[in-house]
């Protein structure tokens, strides 16, 4: 266990501070060019040529897809750091190594060393993290780290790697703003990861985003994968711990009988089969993962430290709280939550000002009962105005101040046996609660 150390929290709010983080503050933390990040990363010596990596990028999964890339070389025993992005309640759930969270001395050390650095160069929130991230990577010698994309691809400030593989998980409608209004053009900004010839997963083939990667990877003489065009997942069913699969080869013969997989959702059968794609391309290289993934999955929670993800908060109500946020992660959650048992639906919701909630308020049920509220973040959407936003769509509730609040309301009015609640629509909701 990382030993507390007195200086973290004021380090953690100098970062916060000093720097403008995205996710609090929105579109002012966001730097369309990657000058900031090679100019840190040059005068910290080039921590990214320290290890091989793999990248991930994609609107929907590439956080589960990571955390099961890393579980993966973890049980094969390789030292594996793995960067993320956002945390939920602590800044260092973004950087870890075989799972854990990288130590408070850690993070104090890099900012004590560097602040003039930091001062000099003016970065966001983001990119120092990215810098960081790297450089502890590069001075804990791990041999295999996992990079998530924060928002986009072509200029993320991860994009500054060359991996072993290039992962793009699919493309749905998220931060149009920045990466733009079509999925071709969304695609296209993701597609910014894929390096010469370095291969190429992508998890979900899409009619408005085939063309797009085929001649990027054409382009870059990159290998191409479509995962779902060489395997299929069938979800069986599931208890508290693990969802259990079939897995089918493209011809349709089953491969995997009833795979068990420490997590749940909608969702997995497709982060499965990606990640199911990118182990075939990497085991001739790592042959040790050949033999790990089993166990990796059964495993995932306890290796990779995964939280937040369709995660099982109370049982009496039962309560499940997921990050999901954009329309397509959203659309999927909202049909997984159709089809469990219930009589009544609570949803605990909270989404970011800067946003427009009208797609995904369209996406649910009018049936339900809704609990508004905000995270504790200043881009968070005030409760009152989301629920005036919301009963144009014939959503009906009430607004709560804060999460917590608004949970304790709902699960009071849910039956502890017949009803089923669900606290989400932003990351920073969910992370209120954990």
């Not at 780290?145 to 991996?163: A, F, H, K, Q, Y």
């Not at 209004?181 to 992508?202: F, Y």
């Not at 909270?350 to 881009?379: C, H, M, N």
Request: charged share 20%; aromatic share 10%.
């Amino acid at each position: 266990m990382s030993v507390p150390h007195p200086l973290y929290s004021e380090t953690i709010q100098y970062l916060f501070e000093r720097l403008p983080m995205f996710q609090r503050v929105g579109a002012s933390a966001f730097k369309k060019d990657l000058t900031n990040i090679r100019a840190l990363l040059e005068a910290l010596g080039q921590p990214q040529l320290a290890w091989p990596c793999i990248h991930v990028a994609g609107t929907n999964g590439k956080g589960t897809v990571s955390h099961l890339l890393s579980s993966i070389f973890q049980a094969a025993g390789y030292k594996t750091g793995l960067y993320t992005s956002p945390h939920y309640r602590d800044f260092r759930e973004r950087i870890k190594i075989n799972g854990e969270l990288v130590s408070e001395g850690a993070v104090v050390d890099f900012v004590t060393r560097h602040r003039e650095l930091i001062e000099q160069i003016q970065p966001s929130f983001f990119e120092i993290t990215v810098a960081l991230a790297f450089d502890i990577f590069a001075r804990e010698g791990v041999n295999m780290v996992i990079v998530e994309t924060g928002l986009g691809g072509r200029l993320d400030s991860t994009n500054v790697v060359t991996p072993e593989l290039s992962v793009i998980t699919n493309i749905s409608y998220d931060h149009q703003e920045f990466l733009g209004d079509t999925l071709s053009a969304i695609a296209g900004e993701k597609a910014g990861i894929i390096k010469r010839q370095v291969p190429v997963v992508i998890g979900k083939t899409q009619a408005e985003t085939r063309a797009v990667f085929g001649e990027k990877s054409a382009d870059m003489d990159a290998a191409l994968v479509f995962a779902d065009q060489q395997y299929r997942a069938e979800r069986l069913f599931w208890d508290d711990a693990f969802t259990y699969f079939n897995v089918y080869r493209a011809d349709g013969t089953l491969w995997h009988g009833r795979l068990a997989l420490n997590a749940h959702g909608p969702f997995q059968a497709e982060n499965l089969v990606t990640v199911l794609a990118a182990v075939d391309v990497l085991k001739a290289k790592y042959p040790a993962i050949g033999l790990s993934w089993v166990r990796a999955l059964h495993d995932m929670k306890q290796l990779s430290n995964y939280i937040g993800r369709w995660q099982l908060l109370s049982r009496s109500p039962r309560v499940i709280a997921d990050s999901a946020h954009n329309e397509g992660g959203l659309r999927i959650v909202m049909e997984e939550l159709q089809q469990l048992p219930h009589r009544q639906l609570h949803l605990v919701l909270g989404v970011v000002k800067d946003k427009s909630p009208d797609k995904v308020l369209a996406l649910l049920p009018r049936e339900a009962r809704y609990y508004f509220t905000q995270a504790s973040i200043p881009r968070a959407m005030d409760a009152g105005e989301l629920m005036q936003r919301a009963a144009v769509y014939g959503l009906k509730g009430s607004a709560f101040g804060d999460v917590p609040t608004a949970l304790e309301a709902a699960k009071a009015a849910a039956d502890p046996v017949e009803d089923l609640v669900f606290v989400g629509g932003s990351t920073f909701v969910v992370a209120d609660m954990l």
